[in-house]
């Protein structure tokens, strides 16, 4: 009886062990999954700020040309106007 009774303890204590094995190496894939999932997350973090500061360099640089513009256009208008002005006294010289 008490045999019987080792050996079905033996049984459950080795099945347990089983067990404990299976979920150890759940846990250790779970645990590597996680890791390479904060893995990618910290990447695509870095795409995105790297993505974000060529867009700002991107904006300003067109900021920039806009500005440029202006000024060019501006510059052009007042040497229109002195042109026209020049025309009109040539005209009544």
Same mark, same amino acid.
């Given at each position: 009886?008490? %045999?019987?009774?080792?050996?079905?303890?033996? $049984?459950?204590? #080795?099945?347990?062990?089983?067990?404990?094995?299976?979920?150890?190496?759940?846990?250790?894939?779970? @645990?590597?999954?996680?890791?390479?999932?904060?893995? !990618?997350?910290?990447?695509? $973090? !870095?795409?995105? %700020?790297?993505?974000?500061?060529?867009?700002?360099?991107? #904006? !300003?640089?067109?900021?920039?040309?806009?500005?440029?513009?202006?000024?060019?256009?501006?510059?052009?208008?007042? @040497?229109?106007?002195?042109?026209?002005?020049?025309?009109?006294?040539?005209?009544?010289?």
């Amino acid at each position: 009886m008490l %045999d019987v009774k080792a050996e079905q303890l033996a $049984r459950k204590c #080795s099945e347990q062990q089983e067990e404990i094995l299976t979920l150890q190496e759940t846990l250790d894939d779970k @645990e590597i999954e996680v890791k390479e999932l904060i893995q !990618q997350h910290k990447q695509e $973090r !870095q795409d995105k %700020d790297l993505l974000i500061r060529r867009l700002k360099r991107g #904006s !300003q640089v067109l900021e920039d040309n806009v500005t440029q513009l202006e000024n060019d256009y501006e510059k052009e208008v007042l @040497e229109l106007k002195k042109k026209v002005v020049e025309l009109e006294n040539r005209k009544r010289n």
